[in-house]
T-cell receptor, first 109, second 116 residues
Framework: GQNIDQPTEMTATEGAIVQINCTYQ??????LFWYQQHAGEAPTFLSY??LDGLEEKGRFSSFLSRSKGYSYLLLKELQMKDSASYLC??????????WGAGTKLIIKP | GAVVSQHPSWVICKSGTSVKIECRSL??????MFWYRQFPKQSLMLMAT?????????EQGVEKDKFLINHASLTLSTLTVTSAHPEDSSFYIC????????????FGEGSRLTVL
């Protein structure tokens, strides 16, 4: 079956750096997405990786290794507003999005 | 980025009634829209894929007669929860993409349904 694993919850300190990992096993691969979702709100797009390597966008970076079925989202200079759930999603060979359960990130002062 | 608008944002209804939720792409044409349901502290669960001008494709376990999806135009898809029951109370979210190979999904604001 298809499976995406990411930690349930993580805690980090304001101003610090945190890495959220995502491993996947899917039927084919056509890209990996990271979304941010604040409680009670719809997800917002953060990043898209389809080739191996690091994609940097401001304080957020996303890394992909297709051979390892692995990605991470790196958040730098953490701010309190970064407290949210971070969802990893993989698009399979049928262009269907397979969603992870999300990682709740708690930022402490 | 593109804008997807969802309405209503929240709705409370009595058990046994039907509720319609609209999803509109405001500044692009969406041939495909997706409907998700999300229970508290859980991830998005895809309910169905809505294609303009054709029948929706439902995920396994989703009752197509209970969750009616209509995608009559390139900018509007509707989800109707028929004969709603308290267990249907959830956060319903739609999303759309501009093209089949587009990387980004644009989400509506979500609709919180509470069935009494």
């Amino acid at each position: 079956g298809q499976n995406i694993d990411q930690p349930t919850e993580m805690t980090a300190t304001e101003g610090a750096i945190v890495q959220i990992n995502c491993t996947y096993q899917t039927s084919g691969f056509n890209g990996l997405f990271w979304y941010q979702q604040h409680a009670g709100e719809a997800p917002t797009f953060l990043s898209y990786n389809v080739l191996d390597g690091l994609e940097e966008k401001g304080r957020f970076s996303s890394f992909l290794s297709r051979s390892k079925g692995y990605s991470y989202l790196l958040l730098k200079e953490l701010q309190m507003k970064d407290s949210a759930s971070y969802l990893c999603a993989v698009r399979d060979s049928n262009y269907q999005l397979i969603w992870g359960a999300g990682t709740k990130l708690i930022i402490k002062p | 980025g593109a804008v997807v608008s969802q309405h209503p944002s929240w709705v409370i209804c009595k058990s046994g009634t039907s509720v319609k939720i609209e999803c509109r792409s405001l500044d692009f044409q969406a041939t495909t829209m997706f409907w998700y349901r999300q229970f508290p502290k859980q991830s998005l669960m895809l309910m169905a894929t809505s294609n303009e001008g054709s029948k929706a494709t439902y995920e396994q376990g989703v009752e197509k007669d209970k969750f009616l999806i209509n995608h009559a135009s390139l900018t509007l898809s509707t989800l109707t929860v028929t004969s709603a029951h308290p267990e249907d109370s959830s956060f319903y979210i739609c999303s759309a993409r501009e093209g089949p190979d587009s990387g980004e999904l644009f989400f509506g604001e979500g609709s919180r349904l509470t069935v009494l």
